[in-house]
């Protein structure tokens, strides 16, 4: 999708819109097939995807977190790996080893789940902050370092990690540090009577098909990505966001949302304007991805973490739209 800059002064924010792209179409399609009756849920996973973000689903077991995980690497013609987290887990069973060839007489490197294009990293605080450490540079550089060498990752690596909300026995809480490595948290919930039904009714009459192939390859969603990071936000926009965030640190009491938080925040709004095929990104942009993204970093449940932030916006005045 190509993005044209429209002229404009620092205080403006424009309204245009154009087309969505049609990739981007498909993509979000083909995502709300794979999970039933949650479209928004999808929506927001495939703009994390687009902003170059990782993934952080918190909800109970059944509920699709693996089917998600699947499907965007499967649509995006990615290689998926998944990484089951256990205590017994070690940082080398996530970046991969040196082992020893005695016929070539030099060590060899193999390569761990983690130089997937997907990685789910299920049940990621049933890890040790060892081996959840493990995590942190490959997804803050797309790299790992290994015995002084370090190994480049794919640049479209995206980690989706889940965590029960309600289970907290033998779990080893995420720091804020590794929260902070995730560009949202997302609730994909419980879904509703008619979409329960149609699931199983699906499941008696007939295997689920399975999925028709890609909608594009890795050189597309790199492109798309770039395509995320042109999409224009004007000055007054920008310093809304930075009001709110700082606002959000005034409520919460703590340093949260970092200036990185701030960093991820603005380019998910960007990725949301492009699938909701806007030229410009507005101030409903932000606000519609704000509680995903700020929710993960001001570590509350949902409805505290949505009032905090209600109450962050409302507290900072909004850009006027040209012509509103």
Avoid at 82 to 103: A, K, W
Avoid at 248 to 256: N, P, T, V, Y
């Amino acid at each position: 999708m190509s993005i044209t800059s429209v002229p404009r002064t620092p205080g403006d924010v424009v309204s245009t819109g154009v087309v969505p792209d049609r990739r981007v179409t498909a993509l979000r399609v083909r995502l709300r097939e794979s999970l039933h009756g949650k479209d928004e849920a999808c929506t927001l996973a495939l703009a994390c995807l687009l902003a170059r973000g990782h993934l952080l689903i918190e909800d109970a077991p059944g509920l699709g977190k693996t089917t998600l995980a699947k499907a965007l690497a499967t649509l995006t013609s990615g290689r998926f790996a998944r990484i089951q987290c256990t205590p017994d887990l070690l940082p080398t069973d996530v970046t991969g080893f040196r082992l020893y060839d005695q016929h070539a007489r030099q060590f060899e490197f193999r390569p761990g789940p983690v130089f997937a294009d997907v990685l789910l990293a299920d049940e990621v605080n049933r890890a040790t902050p060892r081996t959840q450490s493990a995590l942190l540079e490959a997804m803050s550089e797309r790299q790992v370092t290994i015995d002084d060498t370090t190994h480049r990752l794919g640049d479209t690596f995206f980690v989706v990690a889940t965590q029960n909300p309600v289970e907290h026995l033998g779990t080893y809480p995420l720091p804020e540090a590794q929260l902070d490595r995730f560009a949202m948290r997302l609730r994909i919930g419980e879904p509703d009577r008619a979409t329960e039904i149609d699931l199983l009714r699906r499941a008696r009459t007939s295997v689920e098909a399975a999925s028709s192939g890609p909608v594009l390859d890795r050189a597309a969603l790199r492109a798309l990505q770039d395509d995320v990071a042109g999409v224009p936000m004007c000055d007054a926009l920008v310093a809304y966001l930075v009001d709110v965030g700082r606002a959000c640190r005034a409520l919460h009491g703590q340093g949260a949302p970092s200036p990185r938080g701030l960093l991820v925040w603005q380019r998910v709004a960007q990725a949301w304007a492009l699938i909701e095929g806007r030229a410009h990104v507005l101030p409903d942009d932000v606000r519609r991805v704000a509680v995903p993204v700020l929710g993960v970093r001001l570590n509350l449940a949902d409805e505290p973490c949505q009032a905090l932030v209600d109450e962050a916006f409302s507290r900072v005045r909004v850009p006027v739209p040209i012509g509103g």
